[in-house]
């Protein structure tokens, strides 16, 4: 049942799911990462990369969406609160990109407010692989939460 999560097709699976995850569909790639920190034969370092990637990614995807929404009034706006915390917050916001229900309005809502990609970019990457590092340290007991 699991072959798929063996081999090359591992990576590709993780990086699909980490992808997946981070755009409006739902999914998560926290099992994935899990499963292969134990199972697999690939480095820490590999999985935690892939998978932000792909997160990333998503995340970007997210961005990019928003870009193409038109622009609306403020009594129109959908993902209100996303786009105050932007406001009010600014690009740091943005390391948030990784929580659930809110991660991806808040992606979403930076391309809409035409936020400059460059540090969207840097954000996203970030608070996604600190999420990934977490998650790694605990998995491998190195860090007890």
């Known amino acids: 049942m699991l072959d798929w999560l063996s081999g090359d097709s591992a990576l590709w699976v993780l990086f699909s799911t980490g992808f997946l995850s981070a755009t409006l569909l739902p999914g998560g790639s926290e099992a994935n990462l899990i499963l292969l920190l ?3 034969s690939y480095s820490v370092s590999v999985l935690v990369l892939v998978a932000t990637l ?9 961005y ?6 038109p622009a609306r009034t403020q009594e129109q706006k959908h ?9 009010r917050y600014g690009y740091w916001t943005l390391l948030l990109s990784w929580l659930p229900v809110i991660g991806d309005p808040l992606c979403l809502a930076a391309g809409w ?3 400059k990609q460059r540090w969207c970019w840097i954000l996203i990457a970030l608070g996604k692989a600190l999420r990934y590092v977490v998650l790694a340290l605990v998995t491998r007991g190195l860090l007890f939460l």
């Open 54 to 62: 792909g997160n990333t990614l998503g995340g970007m995807t997210n």
């Open 79 to 87: 993902g209100q609160r996303a786009i105050s915390w932007l406001q």
């Open 64 to 69: 990019w969406i928003g870009r193409f929404l």
């Open 38 to 40: 134990k199972e697999s």
């Open 113 to 115: 407010l035409r936020l």
